[in-house]
């Protein structure tokens, strides 16, 4: 019974998924061929984005991959983590409690309206959100190890049904215990969104307001329709279905033929490899999980030692973000445009060429000085190798190919490009390449996608609230104030930005840091008149270096499981790439023309400032 609930689950998902990706082809198919519009299409592909990643995020908690602080995982085993998973459970299940009754009252009020979504009841839409926050609450509460243990943890059900009976109790009182509570959850393990949605639903609440103010918020903004939400969860499923069969020995074999004879060519096609998988993934660490069994005896092979493998690999895992298409610049255009600040994803993506390739570059850099230090052998340069190699690799790099030229082409707007990307991804692994052998394939990456995107979306979903709360508490105000008082020259507030997100960076994932702290930081950015998308550029690069920072980057963490080897070995790997990624860092912050310099000289923007 239990197996065929979660098979149903998953199937539900990858329909979901699939519709939000087949709506907007239909589009376009219908448009350019016979310039007829589906009535509707817009609305719908916004609410399914809605699904989505709810769904997505209760799969995710099925599973226990909801992004959590970095803290959680140096936990000794036994009666402490026991005790850890209670707390967490607990608070958990209480957070998504009074999210579920939010969501009741809010379903309730959109049947009461009677509102219509391309000939759907909007409340059937909005019903994902107690259905999926309902589903979290009882998946937290099981993560216990005991039925003792899981029988406490469920009491936070019960406790937040009773606190959203008893308003009373937090309105009009001191606050700060309730907030102590949630970051105790977080440290020792409680997923982000429970630490985000507790605070924003803890604030609000002490001003007054019902939960329900929170999750109509949110359900504006996963559903609005200039935020373009979906095109995260389709540019993800391209990265996720380019990943799986042999894909990623085609690139490799054909970055060997090309750069095979400069002096550390196959540690440069490691990384240029491993930067094309992260640009669609956001630097979640699948790189180093997918990618860490296939690269890293091929670097051993060609006599690279094994500390510098591991060590350039940790590092390449997060590479790729300030790529065009990345999914982390996407989120931030998204993000601090909903904030008031207008950023156009094509600007972001142009912006992050050059930073891109200087970080890629630097990378590589180490990769020739670590082959010539070890005299170790170079691949011959063969004509025949390369252009066979970039032939059996044809249809990968046609990726990019394919999804710029339908929008040069005018047969797709900028939105429409992630389901083109899509669907190209998933004909080529399914029907040419044949390495998803089968359609449960197909569906069981589906579902692995979905589950990631679910963390991510049900992040943004509480943090909507969050940022309410802070405007109300006048938190842009107070930051712009104490830098003023504190802080009077450009550059050393650049230097204080840094330091601020690579700390940032080391304890949170890159999406979590963006929905929540970007917003922030926008006033204090034009206060210093820096320009938005360099600010974008500047918080992805600090963000993509949290993920190698000591102790408890993410990176170093994931490395560590997928090369069985102490997370300390592993920091000590990494420390030189980290040593030279922080310069290259400093010089995106201090030279914005390697942001703003191809944008400006075409004329596309000029900038702000």
Not at 157 to 180: C, E, K, N, R
Not at 215 to 233: D, K, R
Not at 516 to 542: E, R, S, T, Y
Request: proline share 5%; net charge neutral.
């Amino acid at each position: 019974m239990k197996a065929l609930a979660v098979r149903a689950e998953n199937l539900l998902a990858a329909l979901a998924i699939s519709g939000l990706m087949l709506l907007p082809l239909a589009e376009i198919f219908l448009r350019n061929v016979f310039h007829i519009i589906i009535p509707g299409a817009a609305p719908i592909a916004q609410n399914l984005t809605l699904w989505v990643g709810l769904l997505g995020a209760a799969i995710a908690a099925r599973e226990g991959k909801l992004l959590t602080l970095a803290t959680g995982e140096f936990l000794p085993k036994g009666i402490v983590e026991n005790v850890a998973l209670i707390v967490t459970g607990f608070v958990g299940a209480a957070v998504s409690t009074l999210f579920m009754v939010g969501g009741i009252d809010f379903t309730r009020t959109a049947y009461d309206a009677g509102e219509m979504i391309a000939g759907i009841p909007m409340w059937v839409a909005v019903l994902a959100i107690p259905f999926a926050f309902g589903l979290i609450a009882i998946r937290l509460a099981w993560r216990a190890h005991s039925w003792i243990g899981r029988g406490l943890a469920a009491l936070g059900i019960a406790g937040g049904w009773w606190l959203s009976q008893h308003l009373d109790v937090i309105a009009g009182h001191a606050l700060w215990p309730w907030f102590t509570a949630l970051g105790v959850s977080a440290l020792l393990g409680a997923p982000i969104f429970a630490l985000l949605g507790g605070v924003a639903l803890v604030g609000l609440l002490g001003f007054g307001m019902l939960p329900d103010l929170a999750v109509g918020a949110a359900y504006e903004q996963l559903t609005s329709s200039s935020a373009g939400l979906a095109t995260i969860p389709l540019f993800t499923l391209a990265g996720f279905l380019m990943a799986e069969g042999k894909s990623p020995e085609r690139l490799l074999r054909m970055l060997r033929a090309w750069f095979g004879w400069i002096p550390g060519g196959t540690a440069i096609a490691a990384a240029a490899l491993c930067a094309f998988f992260t640009l669609f993934t956001g630097g979640s660490g699948v790189t180093i999980l997918a990618l860490g069994g296939l690269l890293l005896p091929a670097m051993l092979k060609e006599g690279y030692r094994e500390r510098f493998s591991i060590g350039l690999l940790t590092a390449s895992g997060s590479l790729g973000l300030l790529f065009p298409l990345s999914v982390p610049l996407i989120l931030f255009a998204i993000v601090v445009s909903a904030a008031g600040t207008p950023v156009e994803m094509g600007h972001m993506f142009i912006g992050g060429v050059l930073p891109g390739v200087l970080m890629l570059g630097l990378v590589g850099l180490l990769g020739s000085r670590e082959a010539i230090r070890q005299r170790l052998e170079r691949l011959p340069f063969r004509v025949s190798e390369m252009l066979a190699a970039t032939w059996e690799a044809k249809w990968e790099l046609l990726l990019p190919v394919v999804v710029l030229g339908a929008l040069i082409g005018n047969w797709a707007k900028t939105a429409e490009l992630a389901p083109v990307a899509a669907l190209y991804a998933l004909v080529v692994q399914r029907f040419i390449h044949r390495d998803l052998k089968s359609n449960g394939d197909v569906v069981r990456v589906m579902d692995d996608c979905v589950s990631l995107v679910g963390g991510v979306l049900l992040i943004l979903c509480v943090a909507i609230g969050l940022t309410r709360y802070f405007v109300l508490i006048e938190v842009p105000e107070q930051l712009i104030a104490w830098t003023s008082a504190h802080v009077s020259d450009r550059w050393v507030f650049l230097l204080c930005l840094n330091v601020f997100l690579l700390l940032v960076g080391t304890v949170m994932d890159i999406f979590s840091a963006i929905v929540v702290v970007a917003p922030l930081l926008l006033p204090l950015a034009a206060h210093f008149k820096i320009d938005p998308v360099h600010l974008g550029v500047i918080f992805v690069a600090n963000l993509e270096l949290g993920y190698l920072h000591p102790p408890l980057g993410l990176n170093l963490l994931l490395a560590s499981v997928r090369f069985k080897k102490p997370v300390l070995e592993v920091m000590w790997a990494t420390l030189p790439f980290l040593g030279i990624l922080a310069g290259g860092v400093l010089l995106i912050t201090y030279w914005d023309s390697l942001t703003l310099g191809i944008l400006r000289l075409t004329g596309m923007y000029a900038g702000l400032y």
